[in-house]
């Protein structure tokens, strides 16, 4: 008996199967509106250096969001309104900051929206070059 016919293509087949079982992990435009909270992770990139990592929380709803963040005024969050078009969000933060910090950290502003299966990612490049400053948060998606 001679097997070797069979046997490839039973190769052939499972690699075809395998191949298409590959998750998406190039990121995508979002595919939906944002609703409900997300948490997870905002952090700040000044030039070659990487700031703190804090742990963040927004909600989304009907157009309005609001959110905290676990170390304050990093990033200063609070509330205010958000739209989304393409692959950006724009936030308006309609809260009152004092002058002592980083008006930069305040999440108001244009940013990127990426979402791939399991991550939604936020970001903002301000400036170029050496003072060049990038604000990343990502938030987990359940599947």
Partial sequence: MNFKPTFNLLLIF?????????ENAEP????????????????????????EIALVELNFENGNWEGTSSIQKYPALCNGTYKIENQEITFT??????AEFDWTLIL????????????????????????QIRDVYVFSIAP
């Fill in 14 to 22: 499972t690699l075809i199967l395998f191949g298409s079982c590959n």
């Fill in 28 to 51: 995508t435009i979002l595919s939906q509106e944002l609703v409900g909270t997300y948490s997870g992770t905002f952090q700040r990139f000044s030039g070659e250096t990487a700031g």
């Fill in 93 to 98: 933060n309609a809260c009152f900051w004092t």
């Fill in 108 to 131: 108001s502003g244009t940013f990127v929206i990426e979402q791939n299966s399991n991550t939604l990612k936020i970001e903002r490049i301000l400036g170029t070059g050496e003072n």
